[in-house]
């Protein structure tokens, strides 16, 4: 069983999707995260054990490996293509309620910022870290966060921008749901975003990388 684990891990650390995915090239022909996490399913291993041993360490792994310059938007792309590949054969389990999700994160670009890249990694890593994530897309102003914080209450939020003049734009989302959901947790990041801005603005938290949300929101759960 745990061999099946550790090659689960593998795959998603390296970016293997499946068989017929030629990438990595070391990996060419063997299973990938699909079929090992059909594998592991089969053979009794559960949801949870299967998120606990394999996807959080092996995105832990990627998102540390990020952090630290050693591989790049590419092959961070790769992994979380790998990882979403075996989320399909466990997202059901979460429908059914059979496993439960350490939580709710919204996410979305601010208004009038069409970048996504950024955002898209964060949500990959976080539903890696078995949180339910709810992406709102793109350009997206404080009446789209507060509808999706009305109807999850205790969810933490996500804000992204690319844009210096974007960045401005988080300012009033951040008081807005504030003023509305004083406790509510809010989480900023993009290129322009620095620590600095995130207190002036009133949020809570601020990583120059994924990583860094994935830790804590960790830590706010555990």
Known sequence: MSDILNKLAQCIEYGKISKDCPYPPNMKDQNGADELTKLALENGISPDEILEKSLIPAMANVG???????IYVPQMLMSAKAMSSSMIHIKPYFISGETKRKGTFIIGTVTGDLHDI???LVS?????????????GVDVGEVKF???????QNA??????????????MKNIVL?????????KILVGGAPVTNEYCKKIGADFYSPDPQGAVNYLKKLVS
């Open 176 to 184: 807005a749901i504030k003023e509305k959901y004083p406790n509510s």
């Open 64 to 70: 540390n490996k990020f952090s630290r310059m050693e």
């Open 156 to 169: 933490v939020i996500g804000l992204s921008a690319l844009l210096t003049t974007t960045m401005e734009n």
């Open 146 to 152: 507060l509808e999706a914080l009305n109807k999850n």
């Open 118 to 120: 950024g955002k898209n």
């Open 124 to 136: 990959m890593m976080i539903e890696g870290g078995g949180w339910e994530v709810i992406d709102l």
